[in-house]
């Protein structure tokens, strides 16, 4: 099994605030798109810089609201937020 990993979000002004965790980068992009929102024709760009290096990992995300599954628990909602990303790219940080 791998490790689970700190990823944290860059904002515009290349200050840090927020750290989301997960295996992959893409697990804790999820978790940062379904906080953020946008939509699929205006997707909201996502940094995330993983802790202890200088890569930060690109992301375009939004969400969508979808039906529920069939098989939901009782307390669960008939609609849901569905959160999506697509990976952009990585960038080397010159200094944290």
């Known amino acids: 099994m791998t490790e ?14 927020g750290v989301f965790t997960g295996r992959q980068p893409r697990q804790a992009a999820l978790k940062v798109a379904n906080r953020i929102g946008g ?7 996502i940094k995330l810089r993983e802790r202890g290096t200088k890569k930060v ?18 307390w669960m909602p008939d609609k ?7 990976k952009v790219g990585i960038e080397k940080l010159e200094k944290i």
């Open 4 to 17: 689970i990993k700190n990823f944290i979000l860059r904002k515009k002004d290349n200050t840090e605030d």
């Open 39 to 45: 939509t699929k024709n205006n997707p909201v760009e």
């Open 57 to 74: 990992h690109i992301f375009q995300g939004w969400k969508e609201v979808i039906e529920a599954p069939k098989n939901k628990p009782a």
């Open 80 to 86: 849901i937020n569905k959160p999506f990303v697509k």
